[in-house]
């Protein structure tokens, strides 16, 4: 599912057609210490067919929080900042992250500084009360050598210090390119881990996109403690359908990549404190009946 991932998001950012607002009271929603959030990647569909009705679904379904993944041209699945907040609002829903990616156009080398495409994407994410911004990608020219990773570091350090002026902070999200891929013998996510500011960046684990790569999300995580405050919960199976990958996300608890104990670690050693759920594949139920099971299980876990 990673290339659909990406191309969603993509997509998303080329299709959709403000006063700088104080993020007040941002950090409200997240005060406790096991937030649980859904990825509205998980339910992509139906937020296209009536973004609305999905989210009032997924309040009755008992979720309180939610993550974007669709942010473009100023607007949230069609909304600026404020109207859609304004929604979440009206369903007692809060969005304290979401991912928007931060991409080589973003960064204008000659004036040393973000373009204004990327500050307002910071700006909208305070106004719409989030408290993580997060990149979920990479440009394929990032990945090409060391050097190129290594300097895009120094932007990612960059973003952290912009999101620290709104009270956010800015993340990165992986796929699973950043264990397979070396560069001078560094994987990408260790560049990422070295040549970061943890007080500015911190990494997203995905714990189903780390399945297969042969990279230990327990081992990196109990070597990077503090670092990973908002992980996605995510189960693999093998795919049940042609595609892009060997595996496929399911329900929490009936894959095969460990993530019950993977959970565990984030929440005692990583510094978690956000949990969303996110599943990409459902194996013949619809996606809201999917969230819905992930939710029970996360919470039967102690979460």
């Not at 956010?168 to 260790?190: P, T």
């Not at 404190?273 to 999917?290: A, K, M, N, R």
Request: hydrophobic content about 40%.
């Amino acid at each position: 599912m990673i290339n659909s991932r990406r191309n969603f998001i993509k997509t998303s950012a080329l299709a959709a057609a403000g006063v700088m607002v104080a993020p007040s009271g941002i950090f409200a929603s997240a005060q406790a210490k096991n937030l649980i959030g859904v990825q509205l990647y998980s339910v992509r569909a139906d937020m296209k067919a009536n973004p609305i009705a999905t989210l009032e679904q997924l309040a009755k379904i008992g979720y309180k929080h939610v993550e974007h993944a669709n942010y473009a041209n100023r607007k949230f699945y069609g909304y600026s900042a404020t109207e859609f907040k304004k929604i979440l609002d009206g369903f007692g829903l809060q969005m304290p992250s979401g991912h928007s990616m931060l991409e080589l156009k973003h960064w204008d080398s000659a004036k040393k500084d973000f373009t204004d495409e990327w500050k307002y994407t910071v700006e909208d994410a305070a106004t719409a009360g989030m408290q993580y911004v997060i990149s979920p990608w990479l440009d394929d020219e990032l990945r090409t050598s060391y050097d190129s990773m290594r300097g895009f570091a120094d932007v990612f350090n960059k973003s952290g210090a912009l999101c620290n002026k709104y009270g956010m902070k800015f993340g990165y999200h992986n796929h699973n390119f950043e264990f397979s891929k070396n560069l001078n013998g560094h994987s990408i996510y260790e560049i990422l881990l070295e040549h970061t500011d943890p007080a500015a960046v911190f990494l997203q684990l995905d714990m189903g996109n780390i399945y297969g790569t042969g990279a230990d999300p327990i081992a990196i995580v109990k070597n990077n403690p503090g670092r990973f405050l908002s992980v996605h919960v995510k189960d693999e199976i093998k795919a049940t359908e042609p595609g892009d990958s060997i595996y496929e996300s399911c329900v929490l608890g009936k894959g095969f990549a460990g993530t019950k104990a993977i959970t565990a670690v984030c929440a005692s050693i990583g510094g978690t404190q956000h949990f969303i759920v996110e599943q990409e594949s459902y194996q013949g139920q619809t996606p809201l009946v999917s969230v819905k099971q992930d939710l029970a299980i996360l919470k039967s876990w102690g979460y």
